[in-house]
């Protein structure tokens, strides 16, 4: 099992186990007050809380922690904007800028904050924006897959036979486990000089990706559509798109948002 998964889908959570506390007990215009014991319901959520934080921790992935910082960011600005308060919502857009800026200053050569991204923990947070030691290798690992999606060649089984089912792959994929051969197969010039002595992965650290290679476009688009309701469901268990417009919103920055990244 890959460590990275969890992380991924737990800062997906934690923010709406964060914004049910707050709904429910510190923002009483945002849903309803339950009338049993808030102190019980409390202690449930925050254990919640608690051991999806611990999760993501342990997993000690920069992108996890980043990705947690921005589900927070958006979980503040849901409720700011849902609450009519500007101060807030321009807060937590200034800080975003100044948490962008700083991190830009850490992987400046000459900047003034060079020396403190030589601190191992920092300095993972940096590389990702170094094209030499950051993201380079995923990047070209990520052109493979993409080059794999089309599907383009025809895979043969250790006897010599073809893949009858070739023609059909693109919509039903390859089955599960399947992404470290069939990646080995679409193996990328640019993926053998920036990963030369890697084994390849067995996983693209790209859950598009990964669904559509290993369930094709059928099980992408369940994979996508279950996400998507998930999330829909929860948003309007909090009460964040109880109108019309909220929920328009809602489906169109989803959508637009899974399409750019």
């Known amino acids: 099992a890959n460590p990275g998964f969890l992380a991924a889908y737990s800062i997906m959570v934690l923010p709406l186990t964060v914004g049910r506390i707050l709904s429910r007990y510190f923002a009483p215009g945002l849903a309803d007050r339950s009338r049993t014991a808030p102190r019980v319901q409390a202690a449930v959520y925050a254990s919640i809380a608690l051991i999806q934080f611990l999760a993501i ?34 807060a937590i857009i200034g800080l975003g800028i100044l948490l962008l800026g700083g991190l830009g200053l850490l992987s400046w050569s000459g900047g003034p904050l060079h020396g403190l991204a030589k601190r191992p923990t920092v300095e993972r947070f940096v590389q990702m924006l170094d094209p030499k030691s950051g993201s380079s290798g995923r990047a070209a690992i990520w052109e493979v897959a993409a080059e794999a999606a089309k599907f383009t060649r025809v895979v043969e089984n250790g006897d010599g036979r073809k893949d009858s089912f070739h023609s059909s792959r693109w919509l039903f994929g390859y089955g599960p486990e399947q992404v470290r051969p069939l990646c080995l197969l679409y193996r990328s010039p640019k993926y053998n000089a920036e990963l030369p002595e890697d084994p390849f992965f067995d996983r693209v650290h790209n859950d598009f ?3 559509w290679l290993t369930t094709g476009m059928l099980g992408l688009t369940a994979h996508l559509s279950l996400i998507f309701v998930i999330l829909f469901h929860t948003c309007k268990w909090l009460g964040l798109v109880n109108t019309n417009t909220l929920r328009t919103a809602f489906w169109c920055f989803l959508i637009i948002g899974s399409a750019g990244g």
């Open 57 to 90: 921790i342990f997993t000690v992935g920069r992108g996890a922690t980043l990705g947690l910082l921005g589900g927070f960011a958006v979980l503040g600005l849901v409720l700011a904007i849902h609450a009519r308060k500007r101060k807030p919502a321009t």
């Open 209 to 211: 990706w990964d669904a």
